[in-house]
């Protein structure tokens, strides 16, 4: 593969399309299926900028810092078997340097908050406070002075806002305001992803112990008890879900259900198990998708065709990432095999 092509697909890899469709992308649908549900109106262009501005943010700018770091502190090194999580390998696959992924993160947050400026001359300046909110989020999740995905809760709590954040400031781009329901709708499926986020961290859990600094997530504080923690957050999604199905539109009850099933992977899930989390966080995923984008488009049928990018594109990445990594991943599987297993918690 030719170096040009070799960057090409390193940067599609960074983006990694799945945490994206799963985070920003099905938040920023259930927050405009929610407008749409209530106001019977649809800016197409502001759906599209919101979803622009929600790549670009979490995919690239947040992405490319967290790659840069992790790499650094030792925990993206580790030989620790690991496939969803331990970032998305470019630098371990030669595929992009830590130089390019500094002015690849530095080129999209321009173009995030110049495509935000649009977005808020276009409808409504309120809409900074919610770019903002994003660009500080996608920054500082890694970079001092708060570096919240070293810090226990505080990653979490960072995380949460952002899609929060992006549930209601979609909502507030088709109306103009924030509805109560638009609220929930962004605590409840924010909640969903940081319950994914403490799926995803599980296999973490050593490597993030060896780094330098040690990245204390709220996975390696709470060892053991990090499953009840997930489940809290896993439950707290569903009980919101079901509660927009009752008093909002019962078609949210395809949410709470997935959710509800979503739940059970939790409550099952072998934490120290590579192929049981994985498993299960592919489940998380897929019933998160089906839930957010499924629930969205029977309430707001004109968003119907959000539903084919997620049906194209996430068999198409882990076909991609499984190729593009296999050599190194068998590498790393070689080595912890022959490695003694850390300490089990």
């Known amino acids: 593969m030719g170096h040009a092509r070799r960057r090409m697909l390193g940067v599609y890899l960074e983006l990694r399309v799945v945490p ?8 920023i649908t259930v927050g405009t299926a929610l407008a749409w549900h209530e106001d019977g109106r649809l800016e197409v262009v502001g759906y599209l900028v919101a979803i622009g501005v929600g ?3 979490q995919g690239l700018v947040a992405h490319s810092v967290n790659e840069v770091v992790d790499w650094r502190s030792g925990t993206d090194r580790d030989p ?4 969803i999580s331990g970032g998305s390998k470019v630098i371990a696959s030669g595929l992009l340097t830590e130089r390019e992924l500094r002015w690849l993160g530095a080129a999209a947050g321009v173009a ?4 935000g400026l649009v977005a808020a001359a276009t409808w409504g300046w309120g809409l900074l406070a919610f770019g903002a909110a994003g660009l500080a989020g996608a920054v500082l999740y890694t970079l001092p002075p708060v570096r919240a995905a070293y810090r226990p809760f505080a990653g979490d709590t960072v995380a949460f806002a952002c899609i929060w954040a992006c549930t209601a ?10 509805s109560g329901a638009a609220a929930l709708a962004g605590i409840a499926y924010a909640a969903y992803c940081v319950a994914m986020l403490m799926m995803h961290h599980y296999l973490d859990r050593e490597p993030d112990r060896r ?18 923690y997930a489940l809290a957050w896993a439950a707290i999604a569903t009980a919101g879900f079901t509660l927009l199905a009752a008093l909002v539109d019962a078609r949210f009850a395809l949410a709470a259900g997935a959710f509800a099933v979503a739940l059970v992977l939790h409550a099952v899930v072998r934490t120290d198990d590579p192929a049981s989390v994985t498993r299960a966080e592919l489940g998380v995923i897929i019933l998160g998708l ?18 084919i990018p997620a049906a194209v594109l996430v068999p198409l990445e882990l076909k991609v990432s499984g190729a593009a990594h296999r050599e190194l991943l068998a590498r790393r599987e070689r080595l912890a095999t022959a490695a003694p297993p850390g300490p089990k918690t």
């Open 55 to 57: 790549v670009l943010l």
């Open 169 to 178: 400031g979609a909502y507030a781009l088709q109306t103009g305001s924030v």
């Open 20 to 27: 994206v469709l799963l985070w920003s992308y099905t938040a």
């Open 290 to 307: 089906i839930g957010g984008l499924g629930a969205s488009a029977l309430v707001a049928p004109p968003l119907a065709w959000a539903l």
């Open 80 to 83: 620790a078997p690991r496939v």
């Open 211 to 228: 780094a330098l600094p040690p990245k204390r997530t709220s996975v390696v504080l709470l060892g053991a008890s990090a499953r009840r």
């Open 112 to 115: 995030a908050a110049a495509l």
